[in-house]
């Protein structure tokens, strides 16, 4: 089975970064500032909970924040974050070998999507603002 891992790339970014091109460089970088602070603010809510159920380490050790062209990538790299986002209570590991004694019986977190779309849902609301701020007479759409 091949090693997975969790991410977050949001879809529709380049949309908004052609609409962003458009405004005032002041309105690029309250964008790029908001983006930044919902990414941070992500970051460390998963690293929180990902840092309560340490066991090897893993998972909070392997998530990171990367550059990408026009925005951030905020990643899970560790083999085991799909397992604990997503897995049954006992927490299986693709082998077989039962590894319910890491987390006990808890359910999954599903910790890195619900994070990430709770931000998405953010930025969406703080885009909105601060179109209509700059003059927008409608701004629609999720």
Not at 64 to 92: C, E, Q, Y
């Amino acid at each position: 089975m091949a090693r997975r891992s969790s991410e977050f790339v949001w879809h529709g970014l380049r949309e908004y970064l052609a609409e962003l091109k458009q405004l005032p460089e002041e309105a690029k970088a309250e964008a790029a500032k908001q983006i930044e602070g919902e990414v941070n603010a992500a970051y460390v809510t998963i690293k929180r909970v990902y840092l309560d159920h340490k066991f090897t380490g893993t998972l909070a050790k392997r998530l990171t924040i990367a550059p990408m062209a026009g925005g951030l990538v905020l990643r899970s790299g560790s083999p085991l974050a799909w397992l604990f986002d997503n897995g049954s209570k006992a927490r299986h590991w693709a082998t077989g070998k039962s590894t319910g004694a890491m987390w006990g019986k808890t359910p999954p977190t599903h910790i890195f999507a619900a994070t990430v779309a709770k931000g998405r849902r953010r930025l969406t609301v703080l885009f909105k603002e601060m179109l209509k701020r700059r003059g927008a007479a409608t701004v629609t759409g999720d």
